[in-house]
Nanobody, 127 residues
Framework: QVQVAESGGGEVQPGGSLRLSCTAS????????IAWFRQAPGKEREGIAF??????????LYRDSVKGRFIMVRDNGGNTVYLQMNALKPDDTAVYYC??????????????????WGQGIQVAVAS
């Protein structure tokens, strides 16, 4: 059984930084697309950062709203990914989800293409 667990959320002031971690267990030995989604209050869930677990492909993609501020890093050889969030804004307040999709291409926004989701973790940006 695959389990995905996020950690590292919390509250931070505008301009601050947080690092989220995501560890998956029980995965098949296969190609997975990996993504961070977030859902702000009253809004739809959106994908913000994407990569994969192929050690020969370090493609990482970002939604425009986080590009240049967020960095997604994977632990090569392991099943852990991180989301380093810098220069946080109040608009970044959301529940953040990590997800893994068997065979899902990097950058796919369709939630239905991802198989395994974490429980979500709250990030609040407020002064």
């Amino acid at each position: 059984q695959v389990q995905v667990a996020e950690s590292g959320g919390g509250e931070v002031q505008p301009g601050g930084s947080l690092r989220l971690s995501c560890t998956a267990s029980g995965l098949l030995i296969d190609y997975y697309g990996i993504a961070w989604f977030r859902q702000a209050p009253g809004k739809e869930r959106e994908g913000i950062a994407f990569t994969n677990n192929n050690m020969d492909d370090d493609t990482t993609l970002y939604r425009d709203s986080v590009k240049g501020r967020f960095i997604m890093v994977r632990d090569n050889g392991g099943n852990t990914v991180y989301l380093q969030m810098n220069a946080l804004k109040p608009d970044d307040t959301a529940v953040y989800y990590c997800t893994w999709g068997l065979g899902t291409r990097t950058g796919v926004q369709d939630e239905g293409e991802y198989d395994h989701w974490g429980q979500g973790i709250q990030v609040a940006v407020a002064s």
